[in-house]
């Protein structure tokens, strides 16, 4: 399994966000779907639901590598909609 780090702007983001890094390596290692990402064409979005948090959907921006997946920023997604 490939490791998981986070950018300094994801831990900033995750901290004002309240958002535990558990519930983003969650949505990244087990999306319900993923989508590209329009403002870099190396990431990708990936969504899943969280239920701790009454199922709100989790949108996290990621770049993986052979090495790792990098998260760029996570943030619940009130419009996000399975394709």
Known sequence: MKPVCFTLHAQAKLAERGIPPEWVEDVVRYPDWTDAEPHDRDAERRF???????????????????????????????????P
């Open 48 to 82: 899943g639901p969280v239920p701790a948090f009454g199922g709100r959907i989790l949108r996290v921006v990621c770049v993986e590598t052979d090495d790792h997946i990098r998260i760029v920023t996570a943030t619940f997604d009130r419009g996000a909609k399975r």
